[in-house]
């Protein structure tokens, strides 16, 4: 698709368990971002992708969270043992590197719900 | 507005009325802005960017402030109409993005009728 896509747009997961979302960035993106979005409130930064650089973690909240992106494209999340207040909208987003003034693009979201 | 942690403060106008929402960008060398817009349930979406080297830029309806001294963004929008219900974040980055974006924490923008 020409826009970035993100699988599943809704899980619903038990407490305790490992969940993974995925993310399908726009082709030619070298940059790709994770943000946490809770009801009602803004976005927090989980982690950023550029390239083959060493990703920028600094906004993974635990170490029950953590990230990969396997050929500088798809992207996976992977929340183990989770926790209630995981429950959030999870966004990917990806931006080209090269060109400048480059805005992110972003999918729709994986509402991630913890009973 | 500023906001306490993530909480999303909120702006109230009524239809037909211009809509003035406020950021306060973190990083005095980023010299490149951007203005998103969250409908509900969707992810957000780009409304008008400006460059550092300006001090504003018009859109159809929407116009960016940027104040470079007190590092504060506005975004302007003109007879707002229902349709512009949204949450809106600014972001900033330093060198055309290779450095990231960094977001602000968002208004929430309410129309009454």
């Known amino acids: 698709g020409a826009g970035v896509s993100q699988s599943p747009s809704n899980k619903v997961t038990e407490k305790g368990k490992d969940v993974e979302l995925r993310c399908d960035p726009i082709?030619?993106?070298?940059?790709l971002y994770w943000y946490r979005q809770s009801l009602g409130q803004g976005l927090e930064f989980l982690i950023y992708?550029?390239?083959?650089?060493?990703?920028?973690k600094s906004g993974l909240p635990s170490d029950r969270f953590s990230a990969e992106r396997t050929g500088g494209s798809v992207s996976t999340l992977t929340i183990q043992r989770t926790q209630q207040e995981d429950s959030a909208v999870y966004l990917c987003?990806?931006?080209?590197?090269?060109?400048?003034?480059?805005?992110?693009?972003f999918g729709q979201g994986t509402r991630l719900t913890v009973v | 507005g500023e906001s306490v942690g993530l909480h999303l403060p909120t702006l109230s106008v009524q239809e037909g009325d211009n809509s003035i929402i406020n950021c306060a960008y973190s990083n005095s060398a980023s010299d490149y802005f951007i203005w998103y817009k969250q409908e509900s349930g969707k992810g957000p979406q780009f409304i008008i960017d400006i460059r550092s080297n300006m001090d504003k830029r018009q859109g159809q309806r929407v116009t960016v402030l940027l104040n470079k001294t007190v590092k504060h963004l506005s975004l302007q929008i003109a007879a707002t109409q229902p349709g512009d219900s949204a949450v809106y974040f600014c972001a900033e980055t330093l060198g055309g993005g290779a450095d990231g974006l960094t977001f602000g924490k968002g208004t929430h923008l309410i129309i009454q009728p």
């Open positions: 082709s030619g993106h070298t940059a």
């Open positions: 992708f550029q390239g083959n650089s060493a990703p920028d």
């Open positions: 987003a990806s931006s080209p590197w090269t060109a400048r003034n480059t805005e992110a693009f």
